[in-house]
């Protein structure tokens, strides 16, 4: 499909100056808490102008009087470009993921998806058809592979992929990015053999003396390294289908966590041809990208607030599906396994001092009990150093040891956590570590009791970008089955209000956007949503299915949902 058929395609926005009336509008104060609204006025710059309490009334003229000689016309009140009579549908501020990989949403939606599956046979299947159906590709590429979903009991292994496709180099990513399963041919193509050594911070697995298919963390760079990298035509394509799907999710801002200058190009040219309508927050892969994109410090707020880069993501262990969790005890499922740091104590803060000299803030995955208590160690020495508005950011944070949870409400650390991780990893996490090591797990009330900055999030596309999900586990600790009954160590359940300001203006502040958007205070941008239910007295169950009827972006509609 061309380009300009996909951007024809797109509704038209309309102008900006307008009333959107008859709404039942739930926002948030500047403290958190919801505000009621019926009509939402916007200015002409695309800024939320004024919430009302009751519905839009056009201004009266101004009386008629006989005027003075060459006293001036009295001002015609404003005149607004559009009015939209909502009819009674509810109306929320624009959701934001705290934390998501945009190009990687975008190239799951053009390459081979195995997150469907559901066993092993499942997935060999779709490869198989893949395959046949896409004969003139050099390599095979695809993500989304779980074997925990799969019931297998192990990783799979190069064998089983062989089963599917041998003649052709096969390179597939686990659901989480953390591990990569590749069969025979692409193992030839990388020049991996039985005495390849393992970089720091990686694992190969082996079966036999032999590479058995899967890499894990560090060590996926031996085959990523001859991986053909996606063209920048596709790259473009893959950009357009991930907005989509964040818009029609609601989404109208995420924290890109790894932009490489690679992704950045292609968020530059999208918005250059007037098409990115999602607000990106971007966190570069590394200090290379940091200063080859942004120079000597974050860069300003690019296109109308919908690009900046201001920060730095690192990544310092690996996740609990691959066992690349640094823990500080061994895993209960693999005795003399605890995962490995991916970066050295000295390096990791060398890293981040580099990043906040220049002023960008630090954002680090950290999933195991041992990798958060290192960051925060870190973070501790770090401050004495660089002081002032920082937000260090702490990506997951999903095992803590207890004694930790406390520290997080030190030196503005900002705790960026996915409520859809817990949903989907409750039964896995009791299985690697045991109940008695869980109790500082997916802690999302004893950060907001500790009084540290929440933001939420899905780490797209490890989950669906799909925020209400996300909303519904907060507040509920179940998973789309409703399981447990009661909600997972439900003493870490939220409040619908602080699920929602987890997902709109922590979001924001966690990425120092909170005065640009994430509210609908005046002055802010006109982001906002118009759902098929008021979500602030429904049940969990009931705000999972909730579906996005218009998207608007800076006062223009640019999502409406189909028939």
């Known amino acids: 499909m061309s380009w300009a058929l996909l951007i024809a395609l797109l509704p038209t926005p ?59 016309e009295p001002p015609s009140p404003k005149r607004l470009d559009f009015k939209l009579d909502a009819g009674g549908k509810t109306l929320i501020p624009g959701l934001i993921d705290a934390h998501g990989h945009v190009m990687g949403l975008g190239l799951s939606l053009i390459t081979l998806d195995l997150s469907g599956t559901r066993s092993l046979e499942e997935a060999q299947a779709k490869i198989r058809a893949y395959a046949q159906a896409n004969s003139g590709l050099k390599w095979i590429i695809g993500t989304g592979w779980n074997q925990e979903q799969w019931g297998l009991g192990r990783f799979p292994t190069a064998a089983d992929l062989d089963a599917a496709v041998a003649d052709v180099p096969v390179w597939l990513e686990r659901v989480d990015g953390h591990a990569g399963w590749a069969n025979s041919a692409a193992i030839r193509a990388a020049g991996v053999t039985a005495t390849t050594k393992a970089p720091p911070g990686g694992r190969v697995e082996m079966a036999g003396g032999r590479p058995a298919g899967v890499f894990v963390d560090k060590a996926m760079e031996l085959v990523q390294k001859v991986v053909p ?82 920060g730095i993501k690192l990544l310092l262990d690996g996740a609990l599906g691959s066992r690349g969790a640094w823990l500080k005890a061994d895993y209960a499922d693999a005795p003399g396994q605890r995962g490995l740091p991916m970066i050295p104590a000295t390096q990791l803060r060398n890293i981040m001092s580099r990043a906040a000299m220049d002023n960008f803030q630090v954002a680090v995955h950290a999933i195991g009990d041992a990798a958060n208590s290192e960051l925060l160690d870190a973070i501790t020495e770090l401050s004495e150093t660089y002081k002032g508005d920082r937000r260090w950011r702490i990506e997951h944070a999903q095992i ?164």
Do not use: C
Not at 34 to 54: C, M, N, S, T, W
Not at 276 to 298: K, Q, W
């Open 400 to 563: 803590v040891d207890p004694v930790d949870l406390p520290r997080f409400a030190q030196f503005g650390i900002v705790a960026s956590m996915q409520p859809v991780h817990e949903a989907s990893d409750w039964r896995m996490a009791t299985a690697r570590l045991g109940e008695a090591r869980l109790k500082g797990a997916y802690a999302w009330k004893a950060m907001l009791d500790n009084r540290v900055p929440l933001a939420f999030g899905s780490d797209v596309p490890v989950e669906s970008p799909n925020p209400f999900p996300g909303l519904a586990v907060a507040m509920s600790r179940e998973d789309a089955k409703g399981e447990p009954a009661g909600g997972w160590m439900p003493d870490q359940r939220v409040t619908f209000e602080s699920a929602l300001d987890g997902f709109t203006r922590q979001a924001a502040y966690a990425g120092f956007a909170e005065k640009r958007f994430g509210s609908l205070v005046p002055g802010q941008r006109a982001d906002f949503l118009l759902i098929d239910r008021d979500i602030s007295t429904a049940s969990p169950t009931d705000i999972r299915a909730t579906q996005v009827l218009e998207t608007w972006i800076g006062g223009k509609r640019v999502y409406v949902k189909g028939p």
């Open 229 to 310: 990298p996606p063209a920048p035509k596709d790259r473009d394509i893959a950009l357009e289908r991930a907005q989509r799907a964040l818009l029609a999710t609601g989404i109208t801002a995420i924290a890109d966590m790894g932009t490489s200058i690679e992704d950045w190009q292609a968020f530059r040219r999208s918005a250059d041809r007037g098409a990115l309508r999602v607000r990106i927050m971007s966190y570069a892969y590394g200090l290379d990208n940091m200063v080859t994109i942004a120079g000597p410090e974050p860069t300003p707020w690019l296109y109308d607030d919908h690009l900046r880069m201001g």
């Open 14 to 72: 309309a102008l900006a100056s307008g009333v959107v009336d008859n709404v039942n509008g739930i926002a948030l104060d500047a403290n958190g808490h919801v505000v009621r609204f019926k009509a939402l006025l916007i200015d002409d710059e695309g800024k939320v102008e004024k919430l009302l309490p009751g519905r839009y009334e056009e201004p009266p003229p101004p009386p008629r009087k006989k005027r003075k000689k060459n006293e001036p």
